[in-house]
């Protein structure tokens, strides 16, 4: 497995991984107009090329297929992680945590924050088990959809 930072050519792969992830693992958690309101928002071309312009998409391949993504920026006083999703066939296969140990490494000094959706238990025990604690809870950022749970990983 490599990780590395995605390129424009990448675009259809990190898409299909999003869209792939988010239709096999969030309909029992939020419905299914929750999956398809939020991959028009967050899956557009238009929404993740910017992050692959800026250098803030990592890919995991295996043997030259895209199988898991992350994207992350700085925010405020921390490093986000905004997206991480491995392909449901490739879950288990360690993608999710190389990528997550890429994030953290380039986050240098500074904490590392992420949300995942209130229901989503086997995305919760895997960052617990990456050190992530959780801090908070917030609102939906789509209507009527579950409450997010926000976890935080120290710096270093």
Known sequence: M??????AEDLDAVIHVGVTTWRATYPPITGEA??????????????????????????????D??????????????????????????QGSGAGSALLSEVIARAGDLPVRLTHLVGNDRAHAVYERLGFVESATVPSP???????????????
Do not use: N
């Open 34 to 63: 929750y999956v398809e309101e939020g991959i028009a928002k967050w899956w557009a071309p238009d929404a993740v090329l910017p992050g692959i312009r800026a250098g803030t998409v990592l890919v995991a391949e295996v043997e």
């Open 142 to 156: 789509i209507d009527d959809g579950p409450e997010e749970i926000v976890m935080e990983r120290s710096a270093g």
């Open 2 to 7: 490599r990780v590395r930072q995605a390129t």
């Open 65 to 90: 297929r895209v199988v898991a993504m992350a994207s992350y920026s700085v925010f405020e006083d921390h490093l986000m992680l905004w997206k991480l999703y491995v392909l449901p066939d490739s």
